[in-house]
């Protein structure tokens, strides 16, 4: 219908499809009306895509290879691309009126489905450069025009920072004058490495929290924790995110597991 409305993720291995078990526990576990899809790639397992199917209300195979051939002919040019592109599949989900695109790495700590108000391209500033928004966390409008603008800007102008992040932004380049209505609060996409950065604003307004984004190389499920004893063992490594929102992010996938299970 008209009026379809998604939060999507990408995990384009089994490892940051952990990830995405959590984002979509976190979300129904906050009461989100709204439906929860993932795409996947075929590097994922099957028996992994069966996991995510009892998680999510659809699981959406997407392969680079086998689509468009703007899209074809911009991976062989740029095959470093390639996770980008899968991200921009996103657009191609046009049964839906509006998306929230949330990266596998983030975490809802309450119900979010007020972002639907907003329209494209909506967003949080990065906080490492605060003109430009994080692309970890958006609201969008699926559209094929918008997907292969995308694919072929990235083939004739690459990405910045080699990410979705740079070709983003370079697409939706008006974001940072747009005004109030595109500019999301930074507490729907904190990026924790904000709480050492500037950890008195963290002190300040952390509590009001709605989305943890855990950038950075180090990622939650990189850490093991002892649920029995309430001790994290963090791996080692850069980026740094409050041991809160990790321990918390274990026991939403300990509840994933257990929906998979029954
Ligand atoms: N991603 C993925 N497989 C990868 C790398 C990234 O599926 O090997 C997806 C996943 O949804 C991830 C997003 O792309 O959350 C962006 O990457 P990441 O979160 O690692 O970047 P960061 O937020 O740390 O800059
Ligand atoms: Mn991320």
New binding site residues.
Partial sequence: GKDREAFV?????N???Q??MVLAQSLRRHGTLKEIVVLV?PQISLDVRHKLETLFDRVVLVDVMDSEDEAHLSLLNRPELG?TF??FHCWNLTEYNKCVF?????MALTNIDELFNREELSAAPDAGWPDMF???VFVYKPSRETYLALISLADSEGSFDG???GLLNTYFNKWSTSGPSKRLSFLYNM?STATYTYSPAFARFGKDTKVV?????V?PWHHTYDFANDVLHQAEGP?IHEEVFIKQWWRLFAESADKIRE
Wanted: charged letters at 15%.
């Fill in positions: 993720t990408l995990a384009t291995n490892s940051y499809s990830g995405a790639t996770v899968t991200k949330m990266d596998a790495d983030t994080n692309s970890g990410g979705d992040q990026h984004h855990f950038i950075g190389a990622k980026g």
